[in-house]
């Protein structure tokens, strides 16, 4: 096993991750910008890297400062959390050139996946079931034309690059498609460099379903059950779910057999989610993230495994601690994510934390870095806590979950605590009948007053 690992991240997930190196006896490297000196993350870690200014290109992006820190260190591993470098190919390659553990997937499947249309056709290839559109990239209006009227208006033109959501356009008939293609295209250049589309069918009313996968590189593979995330907003996720209330035990094991098979045969090493859209009681896959997500507690509490451990379990080689058939799913979790906003507007609300008291309790998880007196950085992602609450059932989880919210003290900035607490309310939320346009329109009734 690895002596030390150092934590390419901030915030909640480098906390998260220092916490299972240290119950693994791993020793822990933070690296951090300027901005962030007096954080959590770096106050806990064994040692301490500043690597940059504040702006995130500058240091949690800068690939050169991060590979000094590491050799600096001697560190053995590497682990990225989400967003920042976690999904970038050609990092994942410059740490193993330098012979340091990647822990995450081979660069080859992050790569693959990073490309929509590339995954769309792995994912074919594998069994998955997709959304019917293009086979591969559109190259011009007369085949985006032909495709469109085989499949049927509304259709959805996508970036190649994208995720999500950028670069996306509903096109409701022939008359528009050549205009909004070229629209498309036209942002997917400028916030990818890559103008390369594709088109599907567009699903009026899905929900998003995503099913948390491991391999342990060597054609092993579990799944590890199903997160509801319908509720998003502008593509932001708003409060995440296990199991989704759209499905029964039977769906899950049909559906979890066929993203594990698919899995085993990418050989796959490490965490990674595939996304579907559920409509009309059928599965279409859109995209794999391969990474670890921000969500991963809803699923560490319905099943009881550490996922941050077996990354880097897999990561150093050894197999995966459980088998399909030890993975019990019990109970109900929910994840609320609590962002440093103002709760009507979302505009940031950084700032000096005066007051900080975290609910606690049986089956009650509060992932943050906040502490007494913090100063909230402006410079990153308002995610400043996650509360996740589990119960016997989706009624005990949502009834803890109230409790919860309700001892949540976070004084100073404002956050997105009031909301949580409105939309926990909401009759059809209880009633688990929500799709992914639900939480927008709720939003916009609220506004509306
Ligand atoms: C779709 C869709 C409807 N039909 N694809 C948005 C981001 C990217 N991950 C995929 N997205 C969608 N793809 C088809 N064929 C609707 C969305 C979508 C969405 C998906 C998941 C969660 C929230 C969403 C909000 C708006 C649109």
Excluded at 29 to 56: F, Q, W
Excluded at 146 to 159: D, F, H, R
Excluded at 371 to 394: H, M, W
Excluded at 424 to 431: G, H, L, M, R, S
């Amino acid at each position: 096993m690895f002596g030390k690992v150092l934590i390419a991240n901030r915030g909640e997930i480098a906390l998260r991750v220092h916490r299972a190196c240290r119950e693994m006896g791993i020793r822990t490297v933070a690296v951090h910008s300027t901005a962030d000196a007096d954080a959590m993350h770096v106050r806990l870690a064994d040692e301490a890297i500043c690597i940059g200014p504040p702006s995130a290109t500058d240091s949690y992006l800068n690939i050169p400062a991060i590979i000094s820190a590491a050799e600096i260190a001697q560190a053995d591993a590497i682990h990225p959390g989400y967003g920042f470098l976690s999904e970038n190919a050609r990092f994942a390659e410059i740490v193993e050139k330098h012979k340091i553990v990647w822990i995450g997937p081979d660069p080859e499947h992050i790569r693959k996946m990073g490309d929509k249309v590339e995954a769309k056709r792995t994912a074919a290839m594998l069994g998955l079931p997709l959304v019917p559109g293009s086979d591969g990239p559109v190259t011009s209006n007369e085949e985006a034309l032909q495709v469109a009227s085989e499949i049927g208006y509304p259709v959805l033109v996508k970036a190649a690059s994208g995720g999500g959501g950028r670069g996306m356009k509903v096109i409701p008939d022939a008359a528009s498609l050549p205009g909004l293609i070229a629209q498309a295209k036209a942002e997917a250049k400028a916030a990818f460099g890559d103008d390369t589309v594709y088109i599907e069918k567009y699903l009026s009313e899905p929900r998003h379903i995503e099913f948390q996968v491991f391999g342990d590189g060597k054609g092993g593979a579990v799944h590890m059950g199903e997160r509801d995330c319908s509720l998003q907003r502008r593509h932001q996720k708003v409060l995440e779910e296990a199991p989704s209330p759209a499905l029964n035990a039977e769906t899950r094991a049909e559906m979890g057999e066929i993203v594990r098979q698919a899995v085993a045969k990418l050989k796959y090493r490490g965490a990674g989610t595939m996304e579907f859209l559920y409509e009309d009681g059928k599965f279409y896959f859109i995209e794999m993230n391969t990474r670890l997500q921000v969500e991963h507690p809803v699923t560490e509490a319905v099943t009881g495994i550490d996922l941050v451990r077996e990354q880097i379990r897999v990561a150093a080689g050894l197999p995966l601690s459980v088998t399909q058939e030890q993975i019990r799913f019990e109970g109900h979790a929910i994840e609320c994510r609590i962002n440093a906003e103002d709760p009507a507007t979302f505009s940031p609300s950084p700032g000096r934390v005066t007051d900080f008291h975290a609910p606690g309790g049986l089956h009650v998880r509060v992932d943050s870095a906040l502490y007494d007196g913090y100063r909230i950085p402006p410079y990153y992602d308002s995610l400043i806590a996650k509360l996740i609450v589990y119960g016997a059932n989706r009624n005990d989880a949502l009834m803890r979950l109230r409790r919860a919210l309700e001892e949540f003290v976070i004084h100073g900035p404002k956050t997105t605590i009031p909301l949580h607490q409105a939309l926990i309310e909401d009759p059809e939320f209880i009633d688990g009948e929500y799709s992914i346009k639900w939480l927008e329109r709720w939003l916009a009734k609220r506004a509306a007053g």
